[in-house]
T-cell receptor
Framework: GQQVMQIPQYQHVQEGEDFTTYCNSSTTLSNIQWYKQRPGGHPVFLIQLVKSGEVKKQKRLTFQFGEAKKNSSLHITATQTTDVGTYFCAGPGNDMRFGAGTRLTVKP | NAGVTQTPKFQVLKTGQSMTLQCAQDMNHEYMSWYRQDPGMGLRLIHYSVGAGITDQGEVPNGYNVSRSTTEDFPLRLLSAAPSQTSVYFC????????????FGQGTRLTVV
């Protein structure tokens, strides 16, 4: 599997502020997946990006795949307390490897 | 659909004991995998399988064995438990490596004393 690096490790925001997490690879990725894990829960699949420059939206979440297919980002607009959790990106392959995750906390 | 079912949810072992973590999926997925999650370490791949009868090692396979005799089941065996294996274990399955995301079980919280 292809390794992916994710930053930042932690992000603390005030409710209503925006949040972005970044995922980077040294090699070209055929696709990238994003997951969310609530505290005490299990990872839940959010989305898969496949095409160069692809942008997908899910309500307040915007996912981007870089033109070179080596990086990706997840942006949350106007965070809410329900957004709390850890967001992971994962590279492709039979042996899917996850980034270290970005833990988001939101202060009401 | 039950999805991915892991048992047990919690387990305490003594050092040197062996045990099997069970994982079953009812979605007819070919791909299954085991991850461990430690604080600050994210999800690390232990073993994975691309179909019945086929298994391979991930990043941290030492101390663990797997087998895949059926499409549905992918048990993880701890041969001789060590405190370093204290972790939360997740089983995951997916239809294919390129199509769609992975479904995760609820996790097994294992403590080795």
């Amino acid at each position: 599997g292809q390794q992916v690096m994710q930053i930042p490790q932690y992000q603390h925001v005030q409710e209503g502020e925006d949040f972005t997490t970044y995922c980077n690879s040294s090699t070209t990725l055929s696709n990238i997946q994003w997951y969310k894990q609530r505290p005490g829960g299990h990872p839940v699949f959010l989305i898969q990006l496949v095409k160069s420059g692809e942008v997908k939206k899910q309500k307040r979440l915007t996912f981007q795949f870089g033109e070179a297919k080596k990086n990706s980002s997840l942006h949350i607009t106007a965070t809410q307390t329900t957004d709390v959790g850890t967001y992971f990106c994962a590279g492709p392959g039979n042996d899917m490897r996850f980034g270290a995750g970005t833990r988001l906390t939101v202060k009401p | 659909n039950a999805g991915v079912t892991q048992t047990p949810k919690f387990q305490v072992l003594k050092t040197g004991q062996s045990m099997t973590l069970q994982c079953a999926q009812d979605m007819n997925h070919e791909y299954m995998s085991w991850y461990r999650q430690d604080p600050g370490m994210g999800l690390r791949l232990i073993h994975y399988s691309v179909g019945a009868g086929i298994t391979d090692q991930g990043e941290v396979p030492n101390g663990y064995n797997v087998s895949r005799s059926t499409t549905e089941d992918f048990p993880l065996r701890l041969l001789s438990a060590a405190p370093s294996q204290t972790s939360v274990y997740f089983c995951a399955s997916s239809y294919s490596k390129e199509d769609g995301g992975a479904f995760f079980g609820q996790g097994t919280r294992l403590t080795v004393v």
